[in-house]
Nanobody, 123 residues
Framework: QLQASGGGLVQAGGSLRLSCAAS???????RGWFRQAPGKEREFVAA????????SYTDSVKGRFTIFRDNVQRTMYLRMNSLKLEDTAVYYC???????????????????WGQGTQVTVSS
């Protein structure tokens, strides 16, 4: 299972760090972060290939967000800087356990999901 945490209320321009911990061993090819704002579809934010450590970001967060994992290889993080009002959403972490040569950006490509953590950016 995946447990996402670290969300909260922050002013525009501020920072947060989200964490996604796995309670057990999950064979991971890719782990990623998605977000869903009210009335909108779930969208890709960032992902990391678990072994190669290559990363991918949606254009709107490039240069502001950083995805990384710890040495134990069970926790994934999303460092979010220079937060904007439009970053407000519930953030979900996800794992893809099936082999892939790229970094999928569609939610349907991921097999396990965390419960989500709310990020609210205020003006």
């Amino acid at each position: 299972q995946l447990q996402a945490s670290g969300g909260g209320l922050v002013q525009a321009g501020g920072s947060l760090r989200l964490s996604c911990a796995a309670s057990g061993r999950i064979g991971s090819y890719v782990r990623g972060w998605f977000r869903q704002a009210p009335g909108k579809e779930r969208e890709f934010v960032a992902a990391i290939r678990w072994s190669e450590l290559t990363t991918s970001y949606t254009d709107s967060v490039k240069g502001r967000f950083t995805i990384f994992r710890d040495n134990v290889q069970r926790t994934m993080y999303l460092r979010m800087n220079s937060l904007k009002l439009e970053d407000t959403a519930v953030y979900y972490c996800a794992v893809r356990t099936k082999a892939t040569s790229d970094i999928p950006t569609s939610p349907v490509e991921y097999d396990y999901w965390g419960q989500g953590t709310q990020v609210t950016v205020s003006s």
